[in-house]
Each structure stands twice: as structure tokens, then as C-alpha cells.
């Protein structure tokens, strides 16, 4: 079983709904999960982190951690055409001198007009 | 947030060459990873680079191939030895924040072996 698992979509949603991006996760021991979004021939962007249970909002992004099922979200209000993106699901991997991330695939999402 | 640069962005190089990727940092860390993400991939992390000692490798990536130096706390290299069309990829340099935690990357480095 993979560390990080994602759908990799793509997921397409009209513009103006909420998308929900999920993401699961094998380690329990995992404490804190990042999302990345990713523009094609761009570098991974950080829009949110979350560490506890429960929800975290930013703007038009919540994020959502429930450890008990091993499951995190990301949702987006209001999608724009501009969130059309690869959105990348992190977890840390901590060694005790660093944090590294494993990485699920990725889930493509695709806001139509 | 970090603000992170690599040089150079892209490169196209031939088999057996060589390549050194700079990553710079506008403020101290402590640690810096490197990823690479092949062609529609995801990211996969290469090593570990702590300032002062030896890089810690994943399983897979082996120093003769991927040789890293740290010599200061805003900057790392990457070198990508004996090149083969196999390592065509993009490598990325990322750095944990120490404000607020998060791990941010810089733009990457677009590499093509012929």
C-alpha cells in the first residue's frame, strides 16, 4: 500500500461549485499533511497545511483531517477556471532529524466554464 | 515563507555529462531536500542535505549518482552524474520553513538528456 493515495482524476467541476480533492493515507504516526498545487510545467505550490482534527479554512480552500480514518480533503469554494491544477497530498515522514514528504500522485482537476 | 531560486532552469545535456543544480535560499535552514518528479510523475525525494555533514540518500539514490554539498545554510548543490535519457526530469530544492513549518519549493530545474 502506497504511503499517500490520491484519485488521480482527472476531477471536473463547473465553475462556481465546490471541489473535493481526498486523499488517504497508511501511517497513523502521521501528524501534519500538506497540499500542493501544481500548474503544468510549474513547480509545486504550498496552499495549505493542516495538523489537527477537524477543519482549517483559508480564503476559498478548508482543508479536512479526520486521523481516525486516515483520510484528509481539500475542499475549494466558488472554482474558478484559474484552479484548474494538479493538487498534490503530502505527509511528512519524520526521521527524528527531518521531516521529509512522500507525495501521493496527484489529482487533476479541471474547472469547466 | 522561503523565497527559493535554482539554477539553471532548464538545461539539455548528452549523455555521460554531467550537471550541477544550484539552489539558494534568502534565509538560513537547517535542512534542504531535493525531489525529483519525472515526466508525469509525481515527486519523489531524492536526499536529505543537512549543512555540515553528509546528505542522507532515499532507497534507490545513491551518492556516486547524485552527489550533494551544503556548504552554508542557504545553499545546496545537486549533481546528476554520468547522465542517462532515463534521468530527464525536473529536480526541485525544497526547504522546511522555520517560520510557520511548511515546506516550500523552489522553481525547479527542467532537465533533458539526449
Known amino acids: 500500500q502506497k504511503e499517500v493515495e490520491q484519485n488521480s482524476g482527472p476531477l471536473s467541476v463547473p465553475e462556481g461549485a465546490i471541489a473535493s480533492l481526498n486523499c488517504t493515507y497508511s501511517?497513523?504516526?502521521?501528524?501534519?499533511f500538506f497540499w500542493y498545487r501544481q500548474y503544468s510545467g510549474k513547480s509545486p505550490e504550498l496552499i495549505m497545511f493542516?495538523?489537527?482534527?477537524g477543519d482549517k479554512e483559508d480564503g476559498r480552500f478548508t482543508a479536512q483531517l479526520n486521523k481516525a480514518s486516515q483520510y484528509v480533503s481539500l475542499l475549494i469554494r466558488d472554482s474558478q477556471p484559474s484552479d484548474s491544477a494538479t493538487y498534490l497530498c503530502?505527509?511528512?515522514?519524520?526521521?527524528?532529524?527531518?521531516?521529509?514528504?512522500?507525495f501521493g500522485t496527484g489529482t487533476r482537476l479541471q474547472v469547466t466554464l | 515563507s522561503a523565497v527559493i531560486s535554482q539554477k539553471p532552469s532548464r538545461d539539455i545535456c548528452q549523455r555521460g555529462t554531467s550537471l550541477t543544480i544550484q539552489c539558494q535560499v534568502d534565509?538560513?535552514?537547517?535542512?534542504m531536500f531535493w525531489y525529483r518528479q519525472q515526466p508525469g510523475q509525481s515527486l519523489t525525494l531524492i536526499a536529505t542535505?543537512?549543512?555540515?555533514?553528509?546528505?542522507?540518500?532515499e532507497s534507490g539514490f545513491v551518492i556516486d549518482k547524485f552527489p550533494i554539498s551544503r556548504p552554508n545554510l542557504t545553499f545546496s548543490t545537486l549533481t546528476v552524474s554520468n547522465m542517462s535519457p532515463e534521468d530527464s526530469s525536473i529536480y526541485l530544492c525544497?526547504?522546511?520553513?522555520?517560520?510557520?513549518?511548511?515546506?516550500?519549493f523552489g522553481p525547479g530545474t527542467r532537465l533533458t538528456v539526449t
Open positions: 534565509s538560513q535552514v537547517t535542512m
Open positions: 525544497s526547504v522546511e520553513s522555520p517560520g510557520d513549518g511548511g515546506q516550500y
Open positions: 493542516i495538523y489537527s482534527n
Open positions: 503530502a505527509a511528512p515522514i519524520n526521521t527524528g532529524t527531518a521531516s521529509k514528504l512522500t
Open positions: 542535505a543537512n549543512q555540515g555533514s553528509e546528505a542522507t540518500y
Open positions: 501511517d497513523r504516526g502521521s501528524q501534519s
